[in-house]
Structure formats: structure tokens, C-alpha cells
């Protein structure tokens, strides 16, 4: 997790989850895309118990970058993690 800019804001309920948990979680929702992308940010939204990861990168060896937002939430549930796409 070299290079990763993390933030805990606010004086609420410390996360159920740590970071390196729910980075890993991040990391496995992109699934292969994990050897194009690098992980640039990753923050806590304290009001709404979720980490957010931002992980950027050129995929398939094109010259467009690319963004991809990975929402982890809390929640101990099966599928914690969801992808958006190219996010600005």
C-alpha cells in the first residue's frame, strides 16, 4: 500500500473496518484490473461509515487514464465493495 493517502475525519465511531481490510476488499473488486490500476486516494466518510479508494491507471495499454471508484462500506455483508466507473 505504498504511496496511499489516507484521511480519518470527524470524532465519530471509529470504522468497523481498518484500512488494510478494506483495501484488500477494494483491491478484490477490481479483480484483474488490479495489475493496470494504482490506488491514488483513499479517505473515510465518517457520516455515512464507508471508505472511498480512488485507483486510476491506463488500461490495456491505451494512452487514456482511467478512474475507478470503490465504495466499502461498513457493513459486514457478503459484497461490502462496489465499482463506479471513470470517475473525474
Not at 475525519?9 to 481498518?18: E, H, Q, Y
Not at 478494506?22 to 471508505?51: M, V
Not at 465504495?71 to 465499482?83: G, H, K, M, N, Q
Request: hydrophobic share 35%; charged share 25%.
Amino acid at each position: 500500500m505504498t504511496g496511499i493517502v489516507t484521511a480519518y475525519v470527524g470524532r465519530g465511531c471509529p470504522p468497523i473496518r481498518s484500512l488494510p481490510e478494506a483495501y484488500g476488499l477494494a483491491a478484490h473488486s477490481l479483480g484483474s484490473l488490479t495489475n493496470q490500476l494504482r490506488c491514488i486516494e483513499a479517505k473515510r466518510d465518517k457520516d455515512i461509515r464507508q471508505w472511498d479508494f480512488i485507483f486510476e491507471g491506463t488500461l490495456f495499454g491505451g494512452t487514456n487514464v482511467t478512474h475507478k471508484y470503490v465504495i466499502v462500506e461498513d457493513d459486514l455483508t457478503d459484497s461490502p465493495a462496489r465499482v463506479q466507473d471513470d470517475v473525474k
